[in-house]
């Protein structure tokens, strides 16, 4: 079994800073994780992933540019480091990982394993 955990999250500033982290424990054999992010009544978003394979990092394009998407393969880690913050970037952001043997995609439906999620809360 696999098990994400996030962690990170809380209320910051329009324009501040913050980073979030997801660590993967169990048999882990996807061959990426990503970030997705979900507001209140609106449709989950792909936010960025990191292939192993390559090491290739795709971003959502509300957050390319601002969001940076790093991975510590000692602590099977990923972090979101998100910069110049916005209110619309209110949402839980959830880390993820395909089933074993698969790759990273923008399509959250190709994910099998969810972290519970981490509230990320942009506002004065």
């Known amino acids: 079994q696999v098990q994400l955990v996030e962690s990170g999250g809380g209320l910051v500033q329009p324009g501040g800073s913050l980073r979030i982290s997801c660590a993967a424990s169990?048999?882990?054999?996807?061959?990426?994780m990503g970030w997705f992010r979900q507001a209140p009544g609106k449709e989950r978003e792909f936010v960025g992933a990191?292939?192993?394979?390559?090491?290739?990092?795709y971003y959502g394009d509300s957050v390319r540019g601002r969001f940076t998407l790093s991975r510590d393969n000692a602590k099977n880690t990923i972090y979101l480091q998100m910069n110049s913050l916005k209110p619309e970037d209110t949402a839980v952001y959830y880390c993820?990982?395909?089933?074993?043997?698969?790759?990273?995609?923008?399509?959250?439906?190709?994910?099998?394993?969810w972290g519970q999620g981490t509230r990320v809360t942009v506002s004065t």
């Open positions: 993820a990982a395909p089933r074993s043997g698969v790759g990273v995609t923008t399509r959250s439906a190709l994910y099998t394993y």
């Open positions: 169990g048999t882990f054999s996807s061959y990426g």
């Open positions: 990191i292939s192993w394979i390559d090491g290739a990092i």
